[in-house]
Structure formats: structure tokens, C-alpha cells
């Protein structure tokens, strides 16, 4: 049996590790399309859902109710809508039932939803979503947890006290109050949620 050439057997390593470099490269390619995607299809679900929060607003108080909030969920032919409404003095059964009636018959005069759909209407509850920059405004020092829709230094989940608003970002401090304070930016915030507190 022959013995390979070292020459030969480092060209063949070096092939090897390019090969190797291209395949990460391609998946590292992919994932970044894949993230582009999502964020572009996360941008058209937040048009559908800005729309219908402007035409659902005046409705909601009408009622004598906030609109604390929305969502807009495609899943293939049936979709769902959550709609979140509050009260100074608390959300009732008998104030979803009001709301979703008349939400319903609203949704069914403007057609502005696909044809099959999931109409669902409660109150935000204690680890309520924050939608809007007020929502954030109104709750400084408490603790959040923060879903991204883009990485930020590697994660796509934090979660800590939320310590500031300023120009469209929000401050969030680790709990531990070790390392150092994260400064996401409201767009690219998927989702974040109040953590309720329980001494």
C-alpha cells in the first residue's frame, strides 16, 4: 500500500476546512434569510393589526372599555384575533360578551378579516402584553420578559427590570444587577410581558 504525499494530505485538509467554512457560511446565510423573512412577514401581520386596532378603537370605547391591545395571529386558512380590553375598575364576562358582539358584527361589515377566523376577547391579565410606548411609560421598575425578533448580542430573550424609555428604546437591567443594562429598540421587539411580582 502506497503512502499518501504530506503535500497531498495537507491539500486535501485544506479542501476539507474551505468545504467545511462554505457549509457554515451557507448556514449562516440561510438563517439571516430566514430571520428576513420572519421580520418582513412580522411586519405585515403589524400593518393587519395596526388597521384593525383603528377601526376596533372607537367601537371598544364606545363601550365604556380600553383598548388595551391586539393580536393578529395567520394559521393557514383559520385565523385568530385576540383583542385586549381593560377597565379602571376591572374587565367583566359580561364586558368581553359586549365587546366581542359588537366587534364581531363590525368585523363582518368592513371585511376586513379572512373568512374563517378566531375572535377571542379578555382582559390583558396580571402579565398583560405592553403594546405601545405608554404601556412601557406606565410601568417602569417592573419586571419584564422581552422576546426579539433579531438577536441582540446572541439572545433573543431578555428579561430583567425595566428601568427606562427614551426615543423609541427601552432600558432593561438583569435582575441580578450584575453586567450590563440592555437597550432594545420597540421595533424589534416581538413581545414582552409584565412578570408579576408576588412577595
Not at 1 to 18: K, Y
Not at 36 to 62: H, M, T, Y
Not at 96 to 119: A, G, K, Q
Not at 130 to 155: C, I, S, T
Request: aromatic share 6%; proline share 5%; charged share 30%.
Amino acid at each position: 500500500m502506497g503512502v499518501r504525499p504530506f503535500f497531498f494530505l495537507c491539500e486535501l485538509a485544506a479542501r476539507e476546512a474551505v468545504a467545511g467554512a462554505s457549509k457554515k457560511k451557507q448556514k449562516s446565510q440561510k438563517k439571516q434569510t430566514a430571520e428576513a423573512d420572519k421580520g418582513d412577514e412580522r411586519s405585515k401581520l403589524n400593518l393587519r393589526e395596526n388597521q384593525i386596532e383603528s377601526l376596533l378603537a372607537p367601537v371598544v370605547e364606545g363601550l365604556g372599555c380600553e383598548l388595551w391591545g391586539l393580536e393578529f395571529m395567520s394559521q393557514g386558512r383559520r385565523s385568530r384575533l385576540r383583542v385586549f380590553i381593560d377597565r379602571p375598575e376591572g374587565v367583566t364576562v359580561e364586558d368581553c360578551e359586549r365587546v366581542s358582539r359588537d366587534v364581531s358584527d363590525l368585523l363582518d361589515v368592513e371585511d376586513i378579516m379572512p373568512e374563517f377566523y378566531t375572535l377571542e376577547v379578555s382582559s390583558p391579565g396580571m402579565d398583560r402584553i405592553l403594546f405601545k410606548a405608554e404601556h412601557y411609560q406606565a410601568n417602569l421598575g417592573a419586571v419584564v420578559d422581552v422576546r426579539l425578533n433579531f438577536p441582540l448580542e446572541g439572545r433573543k430573550h431578555i428579561a430583567g427590570v425595566l428601568v427606562g424609555l427614551e426615543d423609541e428604546e427601552i432600558v432593561v437591567r438583569p435582575q441580578d444587577e450584575e453586567g450590563e443594562e440592555y437597550v432594545l429598540p420597540l421595533a424589534n421587539i416581538h413581545r414582552a410581558r409584565l412578570v408579576p411580582q408576588f412577595d
